[in-house]
Antibody, heavy 115, light 107 residues
Framework: QVQLQESGPGLVKPSETLSLTCSVS????????WSWIRQPPGKGLEWIAS???????FYNPSLKSRVRLSVDTSKKQFSLNLISVTAVDTAVYFC?????????WGQGILVTISS | DIQMTQSPSTLSASIGDRVTITCRAS??????LAWYQQKPGKAPKLLIY???ILQNGVPSRFRGSGAGTEFTLTISSLQPDDFATYYC?????????FGQGTKVEMK
């Protein structure tokens, strides 16, 4: 059974870097693709970025200049770094497996951008 | 960029009703279309991919159809567990675009 779990700080100061990690179980890191999606409070879903095996990345053009993804196959984790955050980056951040669309999701983590 | 537009934004329905949600793409996307169900405080759940293929474990009352630019999600007989928000999504590696969502609420 594939399971994903997000972890990281729930509060980040403006202009700092949001860093989140997704831990994966029940799936191969090297034969699956991995993504981050976010959802501002009360709003819809926004794709952030995806990383395809081995290390091809795709970014939402609106976020590309501020986003970096990485994978640590030995730890079965992949990570998101979003730099220079502002209040508009406040959202629930989900990690997901990208197979036939996004077939497995983490439960999500609320990250608030505030001083 | 391809835009995905859902209609309606909100839909009021009763148990047993047939419910239809439409998703339109601003350009043709073949059948690279998925549907998700999301309940408050939960992650989205994949219902349908490739426009019409039911994800494992999803009840058969859910049906997806369409190709090109117009797609529909139909719930044949609305059940209590189906009150939720539904999203369509273009899934293409460099352009994973969601519709704005359709909330199905109780009439």
């Amino acid at each position: 059974q594939v399971q994903l779990q997000e972890s990281g700080p729930g509060l980040v100061k403006p202009s700092e870097t949001l860093s989140l990690t997704c831990s994966v179980s029940g799936a191969s890191m090297t034969t699956s693709h991995w993504s981050w999606i976010r959802q501002p409070p009360g709003k819809g879903l926004e794709w952030i970025a995806s990383i395809y095996n081995p290390e091809t990345t795709f970014y939402n053009p609106s976020l590309k200049s501020r986003v970096r993804l990485s994978v640590d196959t030995s730890k079965k984790q992949f990570s998101l770094n979003l730099i220079s955050v502002t209040a508009v980056d406040t959202a629930v951040y989900f990690c997901a497996r990208r197979a036939a669309a996004f077939d497995y999701w983490g439960q999500g983590i609320l990250v608030t951008i505030s001083s | 960029d391809i835009q995905m537009t859902q209609s309606p934004s909100t839909l009021s329905a009763s148990i047993g009703d047939r419910v239809t949600i439409t998703c339109r793409a601003s350009q043709t996307i073949g059948t690279w279309l998925a549907w998700y169900q999301q309940k408050p405080g939960k992650a989205p759940k994949l219902l349908i991919y490739m426009a019409s293929i039911l994800q494992n474990g999803v009840p058969s009352r859910f049906r997806g159809s369409g190709a090109g630019t117009e797609f529909t999600l139909t719930i044949s007989s609305l059940q209590p567990d189906d009150f939720a928000t539904y999203y369509c999504q273009l899934y293409e590696s460099s352009s994973e675009t969601f519709g704005q969502g359709t909330k199905v609420e109780m009439k």
